[in-house]
């Protein structure tokens, strides 16, 4: 969605639309600003440095416009606010991916892409294209050449918005920029600049219906990523098996189970009449089928972000509570609890006798790592579907946060996402993030950190099989398939990760066993640093195999 463009005859200085952006993103709650520099925005950067100076919104600088995109999301991901600038032309289009997890995920993203007037589109001048829109229909974009078009602009917590700033010469001030006075108030996120007449800590939470569940259909309770504690509350009122994802915020206590994907192909998987759905459920397929089935009711609580309804196979539900004095039927939850208990030994005494360092022992190892108030940022792919197998639910109120580019679930800026997730959460007691060397290598600029540029503590942990392991579980990676196998979906890579992060001046250590990861985990430097842990594709598929089959074998099998 587009708005219409402001009457250039009546268009504001570029000074006076600087200073009105800072006013108004501080009205929107921004407590973080990531600019990535250029001509076209020169007056706008030049107005949020001032800011920053003056003790307004916190400012981070980077030269790559995916790299600012992603650290801008993490930044939002993880409790604060933050809004991304950028020049004109290609670089606006850089954002897309950043904005299009954004979008999905119901993260309040804030893009301001500085453009020129609008007598100059269509003329052939230099870095001008039609920015207003060019992130599609799934977001507001509004066209703005006043101040008072800027200040009619709403940005809701959630909303992702972009506003393209069209600015004419001079666009750089005569003197030095001064720094504005700006009134500080203290958040949960640190101090934020407010305005008069404004209160950035937000306002409470519109109530909704009620819907009262009761006792009758088979139920569990599926929380997919960020569903946040409702999912586990009504799990433990009611008394049914909690299926969460690790970054659905619901993982704890204990109604979670750790090895509901695995215990979905058994016979207490067929037994279930009722779902009630949290977040968004992206990880498995067995709880993809589990939802399409025709003999199961289907309730879902609608969360943030997009999410293309399904009338016909479910039913929106507001606020769910259950409504009997007592727990549902106890035998049903404790024959879930017991068998994930029984399985979740067999798969560790499976790991336990293989010869070499897994991804698995890797993802168990790294939550292990993570102690309460600490913060765990998961890249896509195999890792985080490793950890959904091997993070035991921790004990509720711990404030373990966990969380993922879930959205869309690509590969792309996770690095930069987990920087500006570390920077966000000011008071975590520990930042780690877990990925494959793909994702890491997909993200390489969000290492080029200026000298005055804020960096977080942050162990990075890539689990590095040389290529892309998740597609060897796939279809096309069975035996009928080898041939175009490697080229096609392995894209073995021999990449040396120690030179790269030594190009950055990033501490780096490679380990090869369980024991060496948990001493290099247990012994962080500060700063950002990375452990590399060597594992193989060689025989992921037959493990995967193996691990699944173990959901059907007896205990003393």
């Known amino acids: 969605m587009t708005s219409p463009t402001s009457p250039e005859s009546a268009a504001d200085s570029a ?20 600019v990535a520099p250029g001509s076209r925005n020169a007056p706008l950067s030049m107005a949020l440095w001032a800011a920053a100076q003056a003790g307004g919104a916190r400012l981070h600088t980077r030269i790559d416009e995916r790299t600012a995109g992603f650290l801008a999301l993490g930044l939002t991901k993880s409790g604060s606010r933050a809004a991304v600038l950028t020049t004109s032309g290609t670089a606006v289009a850089n954002l897309h991916p950043a904005v299009l997890e954004g979008i999905h995920a119901g993260v309040g993203l804030i893009v301001v892409s500085a453009d020129r007037p609008a007598r100059l589109r269509g003329t052939g001048a230099n870095q001008t294209t039609e920015q207003t829109g060019i992130f599609g229909p799934l977001l507001q974009s509004y ?36 720094r504005p006075s700006v009134e500080l108030v203290e958040t949960a996120n640190g101090p934020m600049a407010r305005q008069p007449g404004v209160d950035v800590r937000g306002a409470p939470a519109t109530s909704l219906e009620t819907t009262l569940l009761t006792r009758g259909p088979r139920t569990v309770v599926v929380a997919g990523d960020d569903s946040g504690p409702p999912a586990r509350q009504l799990a433990e009122t009611a008394g049914w098996p909690l299926l969460a994802e690790p970054t659905s915020g619901a993982r704890t206590g204990e109604n979670a189970l750790r090895t509901y994907r695995l215990l979905l192909g058994t016979d207490l998987g ?58 549902d ?40 790592a993570l102690p309460a108030a600490g913060l765990l940022v998961v890249g896509a792919s195999s890792p985080v579907r490793d950890l959904d197998v091997m993070a035991r639910p921790p004990a509720v109120g711990t404030r373990r946060k966990v969380i993922a580019n879930r959205g869309l679930a690509g590969i792309d800026g996770t690095i930069s996402t987990s920087i500006g997730a570390a920077l966000g959460r000011r008071d975590s007691a ?26 977080p503590n942050l ?8 290529g892309g392991a998740i597609f060897s579980m796939l279809e096309q990676g069975a035996p009928a398939h080898a041939a175009s196998f490697e080229r096609l979906f392995g894209t073995p890579h021999g990449m040396d990760l120690g030179s790269l992060c030594g190009a950055a001046r990033i501490p780096h250590l ?48």
């Open 15 to 34: 000074a006076a639309l600087a200073d009105a952006l800072v006013a108004w993103l501080a009205r929107a709650g921004v407590t973080d600003v990531v």
């Open 143 to 178: 066209d703005v050449a006043t101040v008072a078009a800027l200040d009619a602009v709403a940005a809701g917590p959630h909303d992702v918005v972009h506003v393209n700033l069209q600015l004419d010469a001079p666009l750089v001030p005569a003197g030095p920029v001064t």
């Open 270 to 327: 067929a037994r279930i009449e009722r779902v009630v759905v949290f977040g968004r459920p992206t990880l498995s397929r067995p709880v993809t089928r589990l939802l399409e089935r025709p003999d199961v009711e289907v309730l879902v609580v609608p969360g943030r972000g997009i999410w293309p309804p399904k009338p016909e196979r479910s039913t929106a539900i507001f606020a769910p509570r259950w409504g009997e004095d007592d727990v």
């Open 329 to 368: 039927d106890p035998a049903w939850f404790d024959a879930w609890k017991d068998a994930d208990r029984a399985l979740g030994r067999r798969i560790d005494r499976l790991l336990a006798d293989q010869p070499t360092l897994t991804p698995y022992d890797v993802a168990g190892s790294t939550f292990a």
């Open 430 to 455: 520990r930042n780690l993030a877990l990925m494959g060397d793909l994702t890491f290598l997909h993200d390489q600029t969000a290492f080029v950190l200026g000298p005055e540029e804020p960096r």
């Open 459 to 466: 162990t990075i942990v890539v689990a590095n099989d040389d």
């Open 510 to 557: 490679r380990v090869t066993s369980r024991p060496e990861l948990e001493h290099a985990l247990a012994s962080p430097n500060g700063g950002i640093e990375v452990i590399e842990a060597m594992i193989s594709r060689v025989g992921r598929r037959d493990l995967d195999l193996q691990i699944r089959a173990l959901a059907t074998t007896p205990e003393d099998a």
